[in-house]
Protein backbone atom coordinates (compact mmCIF):
# COMPACT_ATOMS: atom_id res chain seq x y z
CA UNK A 1 0.00 0.00 0.00
CA UNK A 2 1.39 3.35 -0.78
CA UNK A 3 1.80 6.60 1.52
CA UNK A 4 1.21 9.93 0.34
CA UNK A 5 4.39 12.12 0.86
CA UNK A 6 4.80 13.88 4.08
CA UNK A 7 5.15 17.15 4.54
CA UNK A 8 8.61 18.41 5.18
CA UNK A 9 10.03 21.13 7.13
CA UNK A 10 13.17 22.74 5.39
CA UNK A 11 15.87 23.63 7.58
CA UNK A 12 18.22 26.34 5.46
CA UNK A 13 20.84 23.29 5.14
CA UNK A 14 18.43 21.31 3.15
CA UNK A 15 16.54 24.60 1.40
CA UNK A 16 18.64 23.66 -1.38
CA UNK A 17 17.76 19.84 -2.13
CA UNK A 18 14.81 19.38 -3.99
CA UNK A 19 13.07 16.49 -3.11
CA UNK A 20 9.61 14.41 -4.43
CA UNK A 21 7.25 16.97 -6.24
CA UNK A 22 9.69 20.01 -5.81
CA UNK A 23 12.05 18.13 -8.90
CA UNK A 24 11.69 19.56 -11.99
CA UNK A 25 13.52 17.27 -14.10
CA UNK A 26 11.47 14.97 -16.55
CA UNK A 27 13.12 12.10 -16.45
CA UNK A 28 15.82 11.12 -14.09
CA UNK A 29 18.73 8.72 -12.73
CA UNK A 30 17.58 6.31 -9.60
CA UNK A 31 19.38 4.61 -6.86
CA UNK A 32 17.07 2.77 -5.33
CA UNK A 33 16.88 2.38 -1.16
CA UNK A 34 19.52 -0.78 -1.50
CA UNK A 35 22.02 1.84 -3.14
CA UNK A 36 21.75 0.21 -6.62
CA UNK A 37 20.95 1.95 -9.84
CA UNK A 38 17.86 1.55 -11.11
CA UNK A 39 18.74 3.47 -14.64
CA UNK A 40 16.88 6.42 -15.97
CA UNK A 41 13.23 6.33 -15.43
CA UNK A 42 10.45 8.97 -16.19
CA UNK A 43 9.80 11.51 -12.79
CA UNK A 44 6.39 10.38 -12.56
CA UNK A 45 7.60 6.49 -12.28
CA UNK A 46 10.90 7.91 -9.76
CA UNK A 47 8.19 9.16 -7.20
CA UNK A 48 5.71 6.31 -7.53
CA UNK A 49 9.00 4.22 -6.60
CA UNK A 50 9.58 6.24 -4.07
CA UNK A 51 5.71 6.00 -3.05
CA UNK A 52 5.38 1.96 -2.76
CA UNK A 53 8.79 1.97 -0.79
CA UNK A 54 7.92 4.50 1.89
CA UNK A 55 10.47 6.99 1.00
CA UNK A 56 11.31 10.04 -0.65
CA UNK A 57 12.65 11.06 -4.16
CA UNK A 58 16.06 13.36 -2.90
CA UNK A 59 17.86 14.80 -5.84
CA UNK A 60 21.69 14.45 -4.98
CA UNK A 61 22.90 15.84 -8.51
CA UNK A 62 21.06 18.59 -9.65
CA UNK A 63 23.77 19.14 -12.22
CA UNK A 64 24.02 15.98 -13.73
CA UNK A 65 22.31 14.84 -17.19
CA UNK A 66 19.66 13.57 -16.22
CA UNK A 67 19.77 14.55 -12.37
CA UNK A 68 20.75 11.64 -10.12
CA UNK A 69 17.46 11.05 -7.21
CA UNK A 70 17.79 8.60 -4.37
CA UNK A 71 15.13 6.97 -2.64
CA UNK A 72 15.75 7.71 0.37
CA UNK A 73 14.36 9.08 3.37
CA UNK A 74 14.84 12.86 3.71
CA UNK A 75 15.44 12.81 7.36
CA UNK A 76 17.97 9.82 7.32
CA UNK A 77 18.89 11.94 4.01
CA UNK A 78 19.97 15.16 6.00
CA UNK A 79 21.83 13.16 8.92
CA UNK A 80 24.06 11.56 6.51
CA UNK A 81 25.30 14.69 5.03
CA UNK A 82 25.34 16.26 8.44
CA UNK A 83 27.74 13.70 9.51
CA UNK A 84 29.52 13.98 6.10
CA UNK A 85 29.94 17.90 6.42
CA UNK A 86 31.58 17.55 10.36
CA UNK A 87 33.84 15.14 8.82
CA UNK A 88 34.76 17.50 6.60
CA UNK A 89 35.24 19.81 9.06
CA UNK A 90 37.35 18.07 10.92
CA UNK A 91 39.71 17.74 8.16
CA UNK A 92 39.89 20.94 7.71
CA UNK A 93 40.65 22.03 11.42
CA UNK A 94 43.78 19.97 11.31
CA UNK A 95 44.84 21.96 8.55
CA UNK A 96 44.69 24.75 11.37
CA UNK A 97 48.67 25.63 13.23
CA UNK A 98 48.86 27.05 16.46
CA UNK A 99 52.72 28.06 17.37
CA UNK A 100 54.57 27.25 21.02
CA UNK A 101 57.78 29.61 21.32
CA UNK A 102 59.87 28.37 23.74
CA UNK A 103 63.67 29.22 24.89
CA UNK A 104 66.36 27.14 25.97
CA UNK A 105 66.74 28.61 29.35
CA UNK A 106 62.92 28.42 30.00
CA UNK A 107 61.18 28.18 33.39
CA UNK A 108 59.59 24.81 34.23
CA UNK A 109 56.50 26.07 35.49
CA UNK A 110 56.36 28.24 31.82
CA UNK A 111 57.33 25.23 30.09
CA UNK A 112 54.81 23.40 31.78
CA UNK A 113 52.35 26.32 30.75
CA UNK A 114 53.71 25.83 27.01
CA UNK A 115 52.71 21.72 26.96
CA UNK A 116 49.49 22.21 28.63
CA UNK A 117 48.27 24.86 25.76
CA UNK A 118 50.02 22.60 23.19
CA UNK A 119 48.09 19.52 24.78
CA UNK A 120 44.85 21.62 24.10
CA UNK A 121 45.68 22.72 20.29
CA UNK A 122 46.25 19.20 19.57
CA UNK A 123 43.08 17.96 21.44
CA UNK A 124 41.36 20.23 19.38
CA UNK A 125 42.80 18.56 16.13
CA UNK A 126 44.92 21.35 15.35
CA UNK A 127 48.55 21.15 14.69
CA UNK A 128 51.78 22.62 16.97
CA UNK A 129 54.56 24.46 15.42
CA UNK A 130 57.29 24.45 18.18
CA UNK A 131 59.89 27.13 17.85
CA UNK A 132 62.87 27.22 19.84
CA UNK A 133 65.27 30.60 19.66
CA UNK A 134 68.34 31.25 20.37
CA UNK A 135 69.68 34.34 21.46
CA UNK A 136 73.66 35.72 21.16
CA UNK A 137 76.00 33.25 23.38
CA UNK A 138 73.10 31.00 23.53
CA UNK A 139 74.06 29.61 19.90
CA UNK A 140 77.29 27.93 21.31
CA UNK A 141 75.21 25.86 22.83
CA UNK A 142 72.22 24.44 20.72
CA UNK A 143 72.48 20.74 22.55
CA UNK A 144 70.22 22.25 25.92
CA UNK A 145 67.95 23.98 23.24
CA UNK A 146 67.43 20.61 21.99
CA UNK A 147 67.29 18.88 25.76
CA UNK A 148 64.23 21.46 25.62
CA UNK A 149 62.67 20.25 22.90
CA UNK A 150 63.03 16.80 23.58
CA UNK A 151 61.26 17.57 26.56
CA UNK A 152 58.43 18.95 25.22
CA UNK A 153 58.04 16.40 22.58
CA UNK A 154 58.06 13.88 25.48
CA UNK A 155 55.49 15.55 27.69
CA UNK A 156 52.67 15.69 24.51
CA UNK A 157 53.93 11.91 23.32
CA UNK A 158 50.09 10.86 24.45
CA UNK A 159 48.36 13.45 22.29
CA UNK A 160 50.69 14.08 18.84
CA UNK A 161 53.75 12.62 17.65
CA UNK A 162 56.21 15.13 15.47
CA UNK A 163 56.15 15.33 11.71
CA UNK A 164 60.20 15.16 11.96
CA UNK A 165 63.18 15.40 13.70
CA UNK A 166 63.66 19.04 15.51
CA UNK A 167 65.86 20.64 12.97
CA UNK A 168 68.38 23.82 13.68
CA UNK A 169 67.36 26.55 11.13
CA UNK A 170 69.41 29.33 11.22
CA UNK A 171 69.04 30.51 15.35
CA UNK A 172 65.87 28.61 15.60
CA UNK A 173 65.03 24.65 16.65
CA UNK A 174 61.64 24.06 14.66
CA UNK A 175 59.58 20.82 14.91
CA UNK A 176 55.86 20.23 13.83
CA UNK A 177 53.55 18.26 16.02
CA UNK A 178 50.08 16.10 14.72
CA UNK A 179 47.40 14.88 16.30
CA UNK A 180 47.12 11.20 17.23
CA UNK A 181 43.79 10.23 15.80
CA UNK A 182 41.11 10.43 18.63
CA UNK A 183 41.09 6.40 19.37
CA UNK A 184 44.73 6.73 20.14
CA UNK A 185 44.92 9.83 22.04
CA UNK A 186 44.64 10.27 25.55
CA UNK A 187 41.94 12.21 27.27
CA UNK A 188 42.90 16.23 27.97
CA UNK A 189 43.93 16.55 31.51
CA UNK A 190 42.86 19.82 31.80
CA UNK A 191 39.16 19.18 30.97
CA UNK A 192 37.30 19.43 33.97
CA UNK A 193 34.64 17.21 34.61
CA UNK A 194 31.29 17.64 35.62
CA UNK A 195 31.20 15.54 38.75
CA UNK A 196 28.22 14.04 40.11
CA UNK A 197 26.26 16.09 42.76
CA UNK A 198 25.55 12.93 44.54
CA UNK A 199 29.55 12.53 45.37
CA UNK A 200 29.67 16.07 46.62
CA UNK A 201 27.53 14.86 49.42
CA UNK A 202 28.58 14.38 53.03
CA UNK A 203 27.65 11.61 55.55
CA UNK A 204 26.47 14.85 58.00
CA UNK A 205 24.04 16.25 54.75
CA UNK A 206 22.10 13.20 54.29
CA UNK A 207 18.58 13.41 55.67
CA UNK A 208 17.32 11.08 58.41
CA UNK A 209 15.06 8.44 57.48
CA UNK A 210 11.16 9.66 57.90
CA UNK A 211 10.34 5.95 58.80
CA UNK A 212 12.40 6.25 61.65
CA UNK A 213 10.79 9.57 62.67
CA UNK A 214 7.35 8.37 62.91
CA UNK A 215 8.43 5.24 64.85
CA UNK A 216 6.15 5.73 68.32
CA UNK A 217 8.67 6.05 71.18
CA UNK A 218 8.51 2.80 73.77
CA UNK A 219 5.65 2.74 76.18
CA UNK A 220 3.87 5.17 73.72
CA UNK A 221 0.62 3.20 71.89
Known amino acids: ??????????????????????????????IGVDGKQLGVISLGDALTQARLNGVDLVEIAPTATPPVC?????????YEQAKKDKE?????????????????????????????HAIDFLCEDMKVKVALKFRGREMAHTEFGFQVIQKFITEITPFGHPDFQPKLIG???TVMISPLPRNKRAKNPNENPNPDAADDVEPDDVEPDDEAGDEPAKGQP
Not at 1 to 26: D, E, Q, Y
Not at 70 to 75: M, N, T
Open 70 to 78: RLVDFGKYR
Open 88 to 116: SKKHQHATLVKEVQLSPRIDPHDLSVKVT
Open 171 to 173: KSI
Open 1 to 30: MSRPFPSRNFTPSSAFVRINGKIRAREVRV
